[in-house]
T-cell receptor, first 114, second 110 residues
Framework: GAVVSQHPSRVICKSGTSVKIECRSL??????MFWYRQFPKQSLMLMAT?????????EQGVEKDKFLINHASLTLSTLTVTSAHPEDSSFYIC??????????FGPGTRLTVL | GEDVEQSLFLSVREGDSSVINCTYT??????LYWYKQEPGAGLQLLTY?????DMKQDQRLTVLLNKKDKHLSLRIADTQTGDSAIYFC??????????FGKGTRLSVIA
């Protein structure tokens, strides 16, 4: 199947700093990418839908000014957690829609905010 | 909104079959997925089934879909200790975000 990468895989940062997470589709173009968040022992919750060339659509309760999403190209979407706090510590996973009725997930990024 | 429900825990003996059940509410669901997540790892797509299918088999995995009852199951034959993980059921209409269940933690006893 198609490959989606995420970088970094793990990040530890101090409270108040900003962290950027990249999601890349390596062998296909993805007009739509999704960002999910998974808290420990919980399911994945959709945060936002990222469309290439347009503004992201955020789910209710997700602050767009805190979680900045930029889908600059057909193979790259970035999620920036601004002014991160300990409650933002989570597992962030992206998926890319290949246009052939299947989504491919990245391996996830574990964010720990001290 | 859409909802996907799964039992939270399942424990089986090595060599037995495991059956993980899932129910969903969205009648527009076109694709139903089973993902596996090992500790600290991302999601691994195990298999998926189109809503116009009743069954799909792939090696040790068998997916059954009862569209009338909106019930999906995943059967793992000859369960091994390496199958211990969390299994997520998910549904989508294709190009829409996946809606996930809370996951079923499968424990395999040697």
């Amino acid at each position: 199947g198609a490959v989606v990468s995420q970088h970094p895989s793990r990040v530890i940062c101090k409270s108040g700093t900003s962290v950027k997470i990249e999601c890349r589709s390596l062998d296909f173009q993805a007009t739509t990418m999704f960002w999910y968040r998974q808290f420990p022992k919980q399911s994945l919750m959709l945060m936002a839908t990222s469309n290439e060339g347009s503004k992201a659509t955020y789910e209710q309760g997700v602050e767009k000014d805190k979680f900045l999403i930029n889908h600059a190209s057909l193979t790259l979407s970035t999620l920036t957690v601004t002014s991160a706090h300990p409650e933002d510590s989570s597992f962030y996973i992206c998926s890319a829609y290949s246009g052939v009725n299947e989504q491919f997930f990245g391996p996830g990024t574990r964010l720990t905010v001290l | 909104g859409e909802d996907v429900e799964q039992s939270l825990f399942l424990s089986v003996r090595e060599g037995d079959s495991s059956v993980i059940n899932c129910t969903y509410t969205d009648s527009s669901s076109t694709y139903l997925y089973w993902y596996k997540q090992e500790p600290g790892a991302g999601l691994q797509l195990l298999t998926y089934i189109f809503s116009n299918m009743d069954m799909k088999q792939d090696q040790r995995l068998t997916v059954l879909l009862n569209k009338k009852d909106k019930h999906l199951s995943l059967r793992i034959a000859d369960t091994q200790t390496g199958d211990s993980a969390i299994y997520f059921c998910a549904e989508s209409e294709g190009n829409t975000p996946l809606v996930f269940g809370k996951g079923t933690r499968l424990s395999v006893i040697a």
